[in-house]
């Protein structure tokens, strides 16, 4: 099928992640998330802004900042939506917030996004796709936004995204032997 290229190429958007201040670390990607979470039983407390302008703040265990490609993995467990994976924006989920009013946010892929750690926090942890950590102390500043690059991924016609969500995650599974017609019939 490859050779007769009976195929589709997907371009993905991945996130940049960067510990500013400190200049001896490169920048990190992630194809699906970047977390900072607590690194011990306590509560972090976040503020994001987006282009420098303060946005919210959190008292949570964390907070996943996720791509389309990523809002089907920790960032949908934690309450995210669900975004289609060609499109580019990032998803802001809190993780247990420890506020009603602590929603996610869906933001435009243009903007910056900077987590500042409340300067109390005795240590946090940014986590990058799972894989790669990184220790952070109180008073610390993460800034992700979107890679100056795309990830190519191959997709073959029977794995749709919708059919991905309906066969993984029963997203919109219908009763057996029931078709969506069936349903709008009297």
Same mark, same amino acid.
């Given at each position: 099928?490859? %050779?007769?290229? $009976?195929?589709?190429?997907?371009?993905?958007?991945?996130?940049?992640? %960067?510990?500013?201040? +400190?200049?001896?670390? +490169?920048?990190?990607?992630?194809?699906?998330?970047?977390?900072?979470? %607590?690194? /011990?039983?306590?509560?972090?407390?976040?503020?994001?802004?987006? +282009?420098?302008? =303060?946005?919210?703040?959190?008292? #949570?265990? @964390?907070?996943?900042?996720?791509?389309?490609?990523?809002? !089907?993995? =920790?960032?949908?467990?934690?309450?995210?939506?669900?975004?289609?994976?060609?499109?580019? #924006?990032?998803?802001?989920?809190?993780? #247990?917030? *420890?506020?009603?009013?602590?929603? &996610?946010?869906?933001f435009s892929a243009?903007?910056?996004?900077?987590?500042?750690?409340? &300067?109390?926090?005795?240590?946090?942890?940014?986590?990058? /796709? @799972?894989?790669?950590?990184?220790?952070?102390? @109180?008073?610390?500043?993460?800034?992700?936004r979107k890679? /100056? =690059? =795309?990830?190519?991924?191959?997709?073959?016609?029977?794995?749709?995204?919708?059919?991905?969500?309906?066969?993984?995650? *029963?997203? @919109?599974?219908?009763?057996?032997?029931? !078709?969506? $017609?069936?349903?709008?019939?009297?």
């Open positions: 099928r490859l %050779r007769q290229s $009976e195929y589709e190429i997907e371009n993905r958007m991945v996130l940049e992640a %960067r510990v500013l201040g +400190d200049d001896r670390r +490169d920048c990190i990607y992630a194809l699906n998330d970047v977390v900072v979470s %607590r690194s /011990d039983v306590r509560m972090i407390k976040l503020a994001l802004y987006s +282009d420098d302008i =303060y946005t919210c703040s959190y008292a #949570a265990d @964390g907070l996943i900042i996720a791509t389309p490609t990523g809002s !089907t993995a =920790y960032s949908l467990a934690v309450g995210g939506p669900i975004l289609n994976p060609r499109m580019d #924006a990032m998803i802001a989920s809190p993780i #247990a917030p *420890h506020s009603l009013a602590s929603r &996610p946010l869906i243009d903007e910056n996004l900077i987590l500042e750690i409340a &300067p109390d926090t005795d240590q946090a942890m940014m986590t990058v /796709d @799972g894989q790669v950590s990184v220790s952070l102390n @109180g008073g610390g500043r993460i800034r992700v890679a /100056d =690059y =795309y990830v190519s991924l191959i997709r073959f016609e029977e794995n749709s995204f919708y059919g991905i969500l309906q066969s993984k995650l *029963h997203w @919109g599974v219908l009763p057996a032997g029931e !078709t969506p $017609e069936d349903q709008f019939s009297d």
